[in-house]
């Protein structure tokens, strides 16, 4: 929930408020996750900790050009992730991505990449 709400948080100051929220969580039921995003080109793919299985994130792997590993500041690199969508008023048309994560280790909170769907 406190994920939830700063993603909500972090997509109002961004202009684009989320209207749907979804966990991530690999079809194993695990939930710890590594994230690698590409900021420039705007993706995101999380590796399953678990069974290793790829999440591939708003089907965004393909735009990917130089994906880079997250860590939270402690230096984790297993994360509970979500994901916030925006849509454009008149459709159910995503117009803007959220990718939020928590660290357990340090409880810290966070939106570690964001794109604008074209």
């Given at each position: ?31 710890e996750l ?11 793919i999380a ?5 290793g299985s ?65």
């Amino acid at each position: 929930m406190e994920l939830e709400k700063e993603i909500q948080r972090y997509s109002k100051l961004n202009g684009y408020p989320i209207d749907v929220y979804e966990p991530v969580v690999c079809s194993c039921g695990c939930s710890e996750l590594q994230l690698y995003s590409d900021d420039d080109e705007g993706g995101a793919i999380a590796l399953c900790t678990e069974c290793g299985s790829e999440i591939d994130i708003e089907n965004s792997k393909s735009y990917m050009e130089d994906p880079v590993q997250n860590l939270c500041r402690c230096d984790n690199d297993r994360l509970k992730l979500g994901v916030g969508k925006s849509y454009y008023s008149d459709s159910r048309e995503v117009r803007w991505v959220y990718v939020g994560a928590h660290c357990g280790k340090c409880n810290l909170f966070g939106v570690y990449v964001d794109w604008k769907e074209t």
